[in-house]
């Protein structure tokens, strides 16, 4: 081993002690101490020049710095001095970066703090976390400038809506010599940001800023901000330089790995190089042509309701045996493991598992985990590059009493190769001879499904990903009888609230309570995301940006137009619930997702008012309500002649039926999503499958039931019936609606003329409860 150390550090002395370490002095283009914050860059060539400066002090994400980041800003410098120190090295790699000059490593450092920020602003610790699909987004990212990618203007609007105005930092001058102005360093080390002077928009929202504060504070004078446009794309000539450098970090931590806390694993150009990724991301005009963040899009909504299907099914039906399944086989492994240690125990708690597993009433159910495959280690069924017939080869030349060096060259592979699969495969008893789902009960317990709970609880609490990451033990409670969950509310009220909520809900932190005990223990933390796995090694988080797609590759998940999952975001999961009202209605699909809408008819929707009626869930509520209309309009069969306008095509669309499935043509759904977006129009549901639009602006006089109170006419909803709305030019029957199938019947509560939805839910319990 001590040989190993001495020919890598001989190998690059340039950079290395005797010892293997890495080398923090003695280099003639450092003109400070290694653990300066700001380094002062001599020219390699020339000493005598004026130097150039990288200041680490500078802001990494909100309310830090690099300094705050100690390893972060080691793997900086040691990055920079490998790449000038090993700059030789690196030129006949035809690398297009060469650090041979002040100016040249000055530019390489600041190219790295903001690629650096840029995945620290992407969720990441550090390089060594990103996967290929991230690397994408970050390649994307360096197209476009900082103030771009990372949402300069965005961040200053969040600061002062979190804040108020007057968390602003401002510089006071009171002499009146200079004007008052806002303090730049601060403002954007509280928001995590470079300079802000380089975007439009945020000098714009400064200029904003101050002019306010001038009306507030008229006795001092205040600078004015100069409001002009900015190129909101970077060069090709930036572009390429920043590509270089990821590439080249990436070349670092391949060659020198352990000189650093977080290399970059994946090679972030694999296919060709930074120049030409550039090259080919650029249009004529000189824009970049990829998006540089795009917004996450909305998942088709049975793709959505495919998720939470398997997530409630994951929470009442399977959460329970894995439990239980655990609690029978640690017992067992704890003993074993004192008279067999640890390896055999482990071999015998891998057939237990699956010999019980295999024995559950829940095998081949939907996306059920049964019969498990292992103890602690995932390994999925697709995983292993040996198939069937290959391991049966290798076991009947065993049998036949060769060695595993002989066994090996017969079938051309190495010895360990051979070791691998007897005790991975043939020695480890039953694991080739069951059917597995490749499931480990670790991994099902301790990653699929706090996944799944926090899918429950983000789709039906409203909350953000920060909020459901905050949960406490204790965060359930019931007050007058009803469900309440205390939970932060980061952006509007920044306090914990108590929110009404459901059994699903209080189901899925019971689970979290149980699988967080142990961790909690341990930690002394009320936290719930927190968990002392069957490995045992460590406390650990769950990083579901890893987890979902596994989840989604195992319970089949349907893919997007270019073959990819598609991607999960807080967006999502509000829209669903407005989604879950509409869906309800849809009889193609009523009983494809009997579980979860098992559990809504225990909601009470009235609850969901406060959510509904805050601007983002709202806008997401009209926006799904607008869609939705749109697909009535053209599909159903409305009175009013201005709308059956809309259906000049709905005959030929209508030719075009798919196992009675209705297709609406893309440019009519249009037509009709701009006539409802146009006249505001609003629909309620009718418990008789179809919808009313008295409650659209204008059109309440026109109803056939309306009434005059006060020169106001408002339709009287509780009274609809088929024989009363028929030839109303309010009325769209809408063959669609599940509703369709309950009987008409009055009225079931005084809220009927508020919300018609509520009274078809009553209506769909009673029945299921008949």
């Not at 790699?93 to 650090?99: P, S, T």
């Not at 994408?136 to 360096?142: I, P, T």
């Not at 894995?322 to 640890?342: R, Y």
Request: glycine share 6%.
């Amino acid at each position: 081993m001590m040989g190993e150390v001495a020919q890598y550090a001989n190998l690059f002395s340039e950079i290395h002690l005797p010892d293997g370490g890495f080398r923090t002095s003695g280099y003639s283009w450092l003109g400070s101490e290694w653990p300066a914050k700001k380094w002062k860059i001599l020219d390699p060539d020339q000493p005598h020049l004026k130097p150039a400066w990288i200041n680490f002090d500078v802001p990494a994400m909100a309310g830090q710095t690099f300094l705050d980041r100690p390893e972060l800003v080691e793997d900086i410098k040691r990055s920079i001095a490998i790449a000038v120190e090993l700059r030789t090295v690196l030129r006949r790699k035809r690398q297009g970066l060469f650090c041979g000059s002040r100016s040249s490593i000055r530019l390489f450092g600041q190219k790295l703090l903001r690629i650096y920020r840029e995945i620290l602003d992407m969720g990441f610790q550090g390089p060594s976390e990103l996967d290929e699909e991230h690397l994408s987004e970050l390649r994307n990212r360096l197209l476009y400038p900082e103030r771009v990618s990372r949402q300069y203007p965005e961040k200053l609007l969040q600061l002062i809506e979190k804040k108020g105005i007057d968390a602003v930092p401002v510089k006071i001058v009171k002499s009146r010599k200079f004007p008052c102005h806002v303090d730049k360093a601060r403002l954007q080390f509280m928001t995590g940001i470079s300079d802000w002077r380089l975007s439009a928009e945020c000098r714009q929202i400064v200029h904003d800023i101050t002019q306010e504060l001038a009306e507030k504070y008229p006795k001092y004078s205040w600078e004015e901000v100069d409001v002009n446009d900015a190129i909101d794309y970077a060069s090709k000539t930036q572009a390429r330089n920043h590509g270089n450098t990821l590439k080249l970090l990436h070349m670092q931590g391949e060659l020198l790995q352990n000189d650093f806390a977080f290399p970059l694993k994946v090679d972030p150009y694999p296919d060709e190089t930074p120049a030409d990724f550039v090259d080919g991301s650029f249009a004529r005009d000189g824009h970049p042509t990829r998006p540089c963040r795009g917004r996450t899009r909305n998942l088709p909504v049975p793709v959505f309701l495919k998720l939470m299907d398997a997530s409630v099914r994951w929470l009442i039906d399977y959460a329970e045996p894995l439990l239980a399944l655990e609690e029978q086989i640690v017992t067992e492994f704890n003993e074993l493991e004192a008279s067999l240690g640890n390896e055999r125990a482990a071999r015998v708690a891998n057939a237990r598992v699956r010999e019980l597993s295999s024995e559950s009433e829940w095998v081949d159910k939907p996306c059920s985990p049964f019969p498990l495959a292992n103890f602690r280690h995932f390994r999925a069924a697709s995983d292993s590059k040996y198939d069937d017939e290959f391991i049966g080869e290798v076991q009947t030349l065993l049998g036949q009493g060769l060695g595993a060096r002989e066994t090996g060259a017969r079938l051309e592979i190495s010895k360990s190769s051979v070791e691998f699969i007897k005790a991975r495969y043939i020695d480890d008893r039953d694991s080739h001879s069951l059917r597995t789902t490749g499931v480990s009960l670790n991994y099902a317990l301790y990653s699929y499904l706090p996944f799944c709970c926090s899918v429950i609880l983000l789709a039906f609490t409203a909350g953000r990903e920060s909020s459901i990451g905050d949960l406490r033990f204790g965060c359930m409670k019931k007050i007058a009888g009803l469900r309440y969950i205390n939970l932060y509310i980061p952006k509007t009220l920044r306090r914990y609230e108590d929110l009404p909520t459901v059994e699903l809900v209080e189901k899925a932190v019971s689970v979290l309570e149980r699988l967080s005990a142990t961790a909690r223990k341990k930690t002394r933390s009320d936290h719930l995301f927190q968990f002392d796995d069957l490995v045992g090694d460590r406390v650990k988080g769950v990083r579901f940006d890893t987890v979902y797609p596994n989840f989604f590759d195992f319970i089949d998940m349907p893919r997007d137009e270019d073959g990819a999952f598609w991607k999960l975001s807080e967006h999502q999961f509000r829209r669903f619930f407005a989604i879950m009202y509409f869906y309800r209605y849809g009889k193609d699909n009523d009983s494809d997702f009997e579980s979860l809408m098992y559990f809504l008819r225990h909601c009470d929707w009235s609850m969901t008012d406060r959510y509904l009626t805050e601007e983002e869930q709202g806008r997401i509520f009209r926006e799904v309500e607008e869609e939705w209309l749109s697909h009535v309009i053209v599909t159903g069969k409305p009175v009013d002649q201005s709308l059956q306008n809309l259906m000049v095509d709905v005959n030929k669309v209508k030719e075009s039926v798919i196992n009675g499935t209705t297709i609406a043509r893309e440019k009519d759904a249009e037509r009709a999503l701009k006539r409802v977006q146009d006249d505001g129009l609003v629909f309620e549901f009718l418990s008789f499958g179809a919808v009313c639009l008295g409650l659209s602006p204008g059109r309440a006089e026109i109803a056939e039931c309306a009434i005059e109170i006060d020169g106001e006419f408002a339709p009287r909803l509780h009274k609809a019936s088929e024989s009363l709305c028929s030839g109303c030019s309010n009325y769209v029957v809408c063959d669609s609606l599940v509703s369709s199938k309950a009987p008409e019947s009055p009225s079931l509560t005084p809220l009927a003329c508020k919300s018609p939805i509520l009274d078809a839910v009553l209506s769909q319990v009673e029945s299921d409860d008949a």
